[in-house]
């Protein structure tokens, strides 16, 4: 099924309404969903909202609930996101961060108790499109095994990474993982081998078979014992000062992953005098001759904009329904 | 040659001294250069030593000069290094961005025109010595080929995350190469594969042949695409906040690698009433069970501070002649 931007938008604000949310709040939510999934990131967008619909209705997720700032230092703030909606509290903490940093160059606001923020690459867009530079990055149920065993005790804790350029901004979203399931599951459909060894098998070889890796559940970090690393300490960070959880205490089914904490830094580079961030990329850019992080979402957002969106079918159905 | 922290320390310090460091920059500047030696380094310790000692001789660092701030808003200031030496410039940033951390919960002091920082997780444990957490990175020579390239034009710009904890900070210290070129030579001289491919051989196929990658030059970024993102995305923040130089720009000759660009994050979480980062730190080391980030280091450490320090011969005679 195809369907253009407008059509998926509209029917995710209809559907989200219908779930209980205020009409403002709908629009923005829909808005982030239809967003992903035109810039080529279903998995993150339309495809995640059935789950979102599902743990509304368990009442895992509060619809009504909106991020409140409970602690601030300076530029530093805790917010409690009330185990609302992940993808709006996200969005309201960017804000955030954003707007202090107008005031004092550099803001962190730190999340906790909050749900999945869908693509974590939104608050790097949303940063960008400010025109300040964005970090953020979140936990998760535990989804990894740390380099060295077997069993997954951390999470894939995606990592955003944004700088503001007039002809594209550079966006950098990658999770610890060097492939998500999401992505396995993409690859074993269509009969393809990992262009690169992705994780181990049950024997515990590496191995470039995703199914196996599904059956293993032994994904690989990214650079092994690096991306393994990078997970432990960016969580840590992230439950300390959102005073929230960290990954092991966040459940491990993902109908139940609520509670997550997640960290938001807004830089703005352009309040200090000669700083030109946008030029500086384009030469970064032009010098490296090779894929930057945010091309290919640029690539898919013209293309579906002019040829429509494929949407998967169960997930589709499950959003015409709620209307 | 084995020698204790206090001789390789002093004869370090006497040798700065000897090179026209005022005896407290001396003390300092020896001080990081040993530590990183102590802790097991040595690659970005004692044997950089000689290249510092032939930079200043060859006038492409400036023995004489301190980093000054030149530009700053809020929380976020910008540093000039004078083509100073890498190590105390790095350190007199990351103290600035600490000190400014206390009243502000969060600051970033951006370094342009410094010289290479030797160990970047030195300024990690600085941070977490003054319990904050200390994120920083720099860019570097163009070493390394972007993901689907064959030539270096993006740097391995180490980045480092540190979280204080007092029974042992966490402290992740990593360039964007999987191997450094230094660990390359220490598998090669061992007669040793590498545990994972590490980059593609002349031929352009993955290798675990440490000899292989050296003759090629195309060390493998970590996560592959990944790696090579986050590089380029780092390289384009530090540039553009220090107001100095991208990786492009950065003479490819180790010894003329100066004009380098820095980023020092510090973040006061005690100053957030109910930050306990330590608690936190210590339950996720606790749940993960594997090794963390910083854990070997402070083995090597406590090895080395017993046992002695094994030091490059080489490196050790460049130290020794100049007192």
């Known amino acids: 099924m195809i369907v253009s931007y407008a059509e998926l938008a509209g029917t995710l604000e209809r559907g989200l309404v219908a779930v209980g949310l205020d009409a403002d709040r709908a629009r ?87 749900s999945h923020w869908m693509r974590g690459g939104s608050y790097g867009w949303q940063a960008a499109d400010a025109r300040t530079i964005g970090l953020c990055w979140t936990n998760t149920l535990p989804n990894l095994p740390p380099w060295g065993c077997d069993s997954p005790r951390i999470g894939n804790n995606p990592f955003v990474v944004a700088v503001p350029r007039a002809s594209g901004h550079v966006v950098l979203d990658m999770a610890m993982s060097q492939f998500s399931y999401g992505a396995l599951a993409g690859y074993r459909a269509r009969g393809e081998k990992l262009p690169v060894a992705g994780g181990f098998d049950r024997d515990g070889h590496l191995t470039d078979d995703p199914a196996a890796i599904e059956a293993s559940r032994r994904p690989l970090p990214i650079g092994f014992w690096k991306g393994s690393g990078l997970s432990i300490v960016l969580d840590i960070i992230a439950a300390a000062l959102a005073g929230g959880q960290a990954t092991h205490e966040i459940p491990a089914d993902p109908e139940r992953e609520t509670g997550l904490s997640q960290v938001f830094i807004a830089i703005d580079a352009a309040s200090l005098a000669g700083a030109d961030v946008e030029r500086i990329a384009d030469e970064v850019i032009a010098s490296v001759q090779a894929r930057y992080p945010g091309e290919r979402t640029l690539a898919a957002r013209r293309q579906h904009l002019c040829d429509g969106i494929e949407v998967d079918d169960d997930a589709w159905a499950v959003a015409r329904a709620l209307t």
Chains 1, 2 share one sequence.
């Open 28 to 114: 923005r939510c829909a808005q982030l969903i239809a967003d992903s999934t035109r810039d080529g990131v279903p998995s993150h967008g339309l495809n995640l909202f059935p789950r979102v619909v599902s743990m509304i209705r368990s009442g895992a997720i509060d619809p009504h609930a909106r991020a409140v700032r409970v602690a601030t230092h300076g530029a530093l703030e805790r917010w409690d996101g009330g185990r609302g909606i992940g993808a709006l509290n996200a969005y309201d903490a960017m804000a955030a961060a954003i707007a202090r940093a107008r005031a004092t160059g550099i803001a962190c606001v730190a999340l906790g108790n909050t």
